[in-house]
């Protein structure tokens, strides 16, 4: 991934022209001769390992003027991408492959979002419309500098291999691996330890998780209280049905 945290010289110039760059690793490829054996492989550790999330999770775009950030594919202002968080408005969308800059103009020094979408919405349609319009105008844009990318694990010495290396190995740190060492010491059926880490590395199948996947679901409401999105922390911790669940369990 050097190449995409400016790194990687005439190398990272071929592979952006060729594959398209960090982007063209989650598009499903097809047989085609002219594809490289080790991209082709590298496309698919990167989906059937999760290396994808597990790299999307420790970067994200500084979002500046706007100009290389799509709107919809990349992950600028959640964690994860809009089109599959917002499955259903992203199949309306008029400008599917649209950059930020494309999808609204300065008002007075103020930036003002301007969405195309295909129809007009239905009822149900209209709230996930009001979360994405909410999500995105919490998002600072600053029109003096270009978008880059941040490597969360150290934002101010930037992406290394070491650091990537010990993310896919699952090595985050000697405080995690006490609390992991714990976990499985606990008297406790194996299924309530593997309960446990999917919750610890938000690998629970939430409706959340399940649309980054590109696994489309109706709505990311929860299903229980029909109030938040159903994310990993919603289900476990915040969501009020669920609560009275975990109550009836501890008497």
């Known amino acids: 991934m050097a190449f995409e945290f400016g790194q990687g010289g005439l190398w990272r110039e071929v592979i952006d022209s060729k594959y398209g760059g960090w982007r063209g690793l989650k598009e499903q490829q097809t047989n085609n001769s ?9 496309t698919k550790v990167w989906r059937s390992e999760e290396w994808g999330g597990k ?4 970067w ?18 959640i964690s994860g991408d809009l ?14 492959e649209a950059n930020l800059c494309d999808c609204g103009i300065w008002v007075n020094g103020v930036w003002e979002w301007k969405l195309r979408w295909r129809r007009i919405f239905f009822t149900w349609e209209e709230e996930q ?12 844009l600053k029109l003096e500098i270009g978008d880059r990318w941040v490597w969360k694990d150290s934002e101010t010495e930037g992406y290394s291999v070491k650091s990537a290396y010990e993310i896919l190995r699952g090595e985050r740190g000697e405080e995690d691996s006490r609390l992991y060492k714990f976990i499985w010491k606990i008297k406790a059926l194996p299924s309530a330890h593997v309960t446990t880490w999917r919750v610890i590395e938000n690998r629970v199948a939430s409706k959340v998780n399940l649309e980054r996947r590109g696994i489309g679901v109706e709505s990311n ?9 159903e994310s990993t922390e919603h289900l476990c911790f915040g969501c009020r049905v669920v609560w009275l669940v975990w109550n009836l369990c501890y008497d």
Do not use: H, P, Y
């Not at 594809?35 to 590298?42: E, P, Y």
């Open 34 to 42: 002219k594809v490289s054996l080790w991209w082709n492989d590298l």
């Open 55 to 58: 790299f999307e999770d420790c």
């Open 60 to 77: 994200k775009w500084e979002v500046g003027n706007r100009r290389n950030v799509s709107f919809w594919s990349d992950s600028w202002v």
């Open 83 to 96: 089109k599959s968080r917002f499955s259903r408005l992203f199949s309306l969308s008029e400008s599917k």
């Open 129 to 140: 419309a009001r979360q994405l319009l909410e999500k995105i105008s919490n998002k600072r």
């Open 221 to 229: 409401i929860c299903i229980f209280c029909r109030t938040s999105e």
